[in-house]
């Protein structure tokens, strides 16, 4: 537990403050301890980190508040131990150099360990502020010593489902332009904590009201009011966000939208290759870009129609130049351009009269790991569709469309993506004498595709099928 391990402090005149105070009131278990220390704190810190067990590490070595963390393995989990040195001649004047009331609350160590919140140090209202399910910023001077606690404002508001007050709303407001000057490795982390709460879409809504969105992502500025065909009842940017928040809805209720298979989906969408940033998350992000090429693609046909050809291209490019901002790794970029820019290839079968198996074939072969991604945001961007053009019965087609896909996958593909190819290249360049290169790679791939297809099963009509295909060449 939390209180074996601190202590080894309770001997020092140490404060526990901030979150932990917050969410102990609010009964959230949270394995983050912040700790305020008049003095020596890094000599407090590598002391904690003796008797724990802990691992220590500088976190911030900002020259006017370091900050020291120890981390240490538990039953529970790893226990994130947070050290900074006290700001100001008390604990008071420490409390008011922080963000928001409900962070500048403080206990003694000893109170804390003995459950003595009677004692709560609450020079600004936090607990009030709490029972009020309030975010309130605690001076003007807040946001310009630190911008970004704009976003950690709406991260807080969402986390805790509280609303954020007038006072800020206005404070932020004027001030939204000064997160600019915050690194993109902090903006984004904030922002990806606001992605990950299962219900984000009315704070990136008060976000965007606030001008705050705008200066993470100016792309969105010219999709705002860029009128659509007769398939849209939204600007671009409208869309975008009810896409969102369907991706949302299809999201809390799998079921509804995949019947039996949604259990698979689960471990897939928590999944990521960075903590903090699931796939989850990165969908969501998707789903507010994937029609970012429409303003500069809009033009009309002979008809006088509005069209958006090649949106899907150049939404690809606005799309790697934001994540490539946010500074996302590689593999992250490639899945938001490939998603971005093919975010319109099921979209286009749902249009066609009957789905041949070779479409689905190279639908799951080309997204073997992602394709749930693309379902869902099929399927939140055909729900976001709501035009005067589109069929009273879009919505359960598509619906139909992903689980016959999906049934096809389970019970015929996705057992043969598991057993191993008919015949190697080497057997290719041994019997056909083919030189290594672009011929012997594309008999290679019809002849998967027709294994995959069932058209071959063995490796001697590999070798036919093989035969013809150089023959014809």
């Not at 391990?5 to 403050?17: D, F, N, Q, S, T």
């Not at 969410?23 to 407090?44: A, E, H, M, N, Q």
């Not at 131990?81 to 609350?105: C, P, Y």
């Not at 690809?316 to 593999?331: F, T, Y």
Request: with cysteine.
């Amino acid at each position: 537990m939390i209180k074996d391990h601190l202590k080894y402090l309770r001997a020092l005149p140490l404060y526990i403050v901030g979150g932990t105070i917050r969410d102990r009131i609010l009964k959230r278990y949270s394995p983050d301890i912040d700790i305020v220390v008049p003095s020596d704190t890094c000599k407090v810190a590598l002391d904690f980190a003796r008797k724990s067990g802990g691992s220590y590490v500088l976190l911030d070595d900002n020259p006017i508040q370091k900050m020291e963390r120890v981390a240490v393995k538990s039953d529970e989990g790893v226990l994130l131990f947070d050290f900074a040195g006290m700001q100001g001649a008390s604990i008071e004047e420490d409390l008011r150099k922080r963000d928001f009331t409900i962070n500048a609350m403080a206990i003694p160590l000893e109170d804390y360990l003995k459950d003595g919140f009677d004692v709560l140090i609450d020079p600004l209202g936090g607990l009030a502020d709490l029972h009020k399910k309030r975010i309130s910023v605690l001076s003007d001077e807040s946001f310009e010593n630190d911008p970004l606690r704009m976003l950690r404002a709406f991260r807080f508001a969402a986390q805790l489902d509280f609303q954020i007050d007038m006072k800020t709303r206005k404070s932020i407001t004027l001030n939204s332009g000064m997160l600019k000057d915050v690194s993109w490795e902090r903006i984004r982390d904030e922002f990806f904590k606001i992605l990950s709460i299962d219900s984000c879409v009315p704070f990136i809504v008060e976000m965007d009201k606030l001008r705050l969105l705008e200066v993470i992502f100016p792309e969105i500025l010219p999709m705002k009011g860029a009128r659509q065909n007769g398939y849209h009842h939204l600007d671009v940017w409208g869309h975008s966000l009810l896409t969102l928040e369907n991706v949302e809805i299809v999201l809390r209720n799998p079921e509804d939208y995949f019947a039996g298979y949604s259990p698979d989906m689960k471990e897939y969408l928590d999944s990521g290759s960075i903590p903090g940033r699931s796939v989850k998350s990165i969908i969501k992000l998707i789903a507010l870009l994937h029609d970012a090429g429409k303003p500069e693609t809009k033009s009309r046909g002979a008809d006088g129609r509005v069209m958006f050809l090649g949106h899907e291209d150049a939404g690809k490019r606005i799309a790697e130049e934001v994540v490539r901002r946010l500074k996302l790794n590689r593999r992250e970029i490639v899945f938001v351009k490939d998603m971005v820019g093919g975010h319109m290839y099921l979209i286009n079968l749902s249009f066609m009269d009957s789905l041949s198996k070779k479409r689905i074939l190279r639908f799951f072969r080309k997204h073997p790991g992602e394709f749930w991604a693309y379902f869902i945001l099929f399927i939140a961007d055909s729900m976001a569709a709501r035009g005067s053009d589109v069929p009273i019965d879009r919505i359960q087609k598509t619906v139909s469309m992903a689980k016959k896909m999906l049934n096809k996958y389970y019970n015929r593909i996705k057992p043969r993506f598991e057993t191993p190819r008919l015949i190697t290249g080497r057997e290719l360049i041994d019997k056909f004498g083919l030189p290594p290169g672009p011929l012997l790679g594309k008999v290679l791939s019809d002849i998967e595709d027709a294994r995959m297809e069932g058209k071959i099963k063995e490796k001697g009509e590999a070798l036919k099928y093989a035969e013809k295909i150089i023959a014809a060449k």
